[in-house]
């Protein structure tokens, strides 16, 4: 594979290793993601319905876990993964290696997942909600009813 490179630098690199680094990549990256979408998207959700003036309001669940998302999304990366290495080693048993790289990333992309998904839920015209709050339909149901089939596009693009 790398026999244009001249022998005394060239990478010691088989078929068996690059499989399986690809393997441990896409394991790591795959679980993060599946986990940080789930976290994302339940907080984004959060985040729509407790704002000030909307379906479930309540300033202290808001303002609770809005700076929490404002602050994991302003760590760099490499600072975050040191700074989790006690709590991997708590839930995992260990600070290395690919499992224990899936707790940092989730930390590091639920939050930018979040933040995805509740502006793309906060682009519904409040004024169709009215209505069917005027119509005295469940919360839940105007929120699943109205928020996700008006936002589902934007929302898969997220």
């Known amino acids: ?18 499989i399986e680094a690809i393997y441990e990549t896409v394991y790591m990256v795959g679980w993060s993601f599946l986990f940080s979408t789930i976290i994302g998207v339940l907080l984004g959700v959060i985040l729509v319905v407790t704002r000030p003036n909307h379906i479930l309001e309540a300033p202290v669940i808001y303002n609770l876990i809005n700076p ?12 975050l ?7 991997t080693r708590f839930i995992l ?8 790289a899936i707790v940092p990333l989730v930390f590091y992309a639920g939050p930018y997942i979040a ?41 898969s693009l997220a």
């Open 1 to 18: 594979m790398f026999d244009w490179l001249p022998e005394d630098i060239r990478p010691n690199i088989t078929s068996n290793l690059l």
């Open 68 to 79: 929490v998302i404002n602050v994991l999304r302003s760590i760099p990366f490499i600072i």
């Open 81 to 87: 993964l040191i700074a989790l290495i006690p709590f």
């Open 93 to 100: 048993g260990s600070a290395i290696g690919t499992t224990a």
């Open 115 to 155: 933040r995805l998904v509740e502006n793309s839920l906060l682009e519904v015209d409040q004024a169709s909600l009215k209505q069917p709050m005027q119509w005295a339909l469940q919360r839940h149901r105007s929120f699943s009813d109205f928020y996700y089939l008006k936002q589902r596009v934007p929302l």
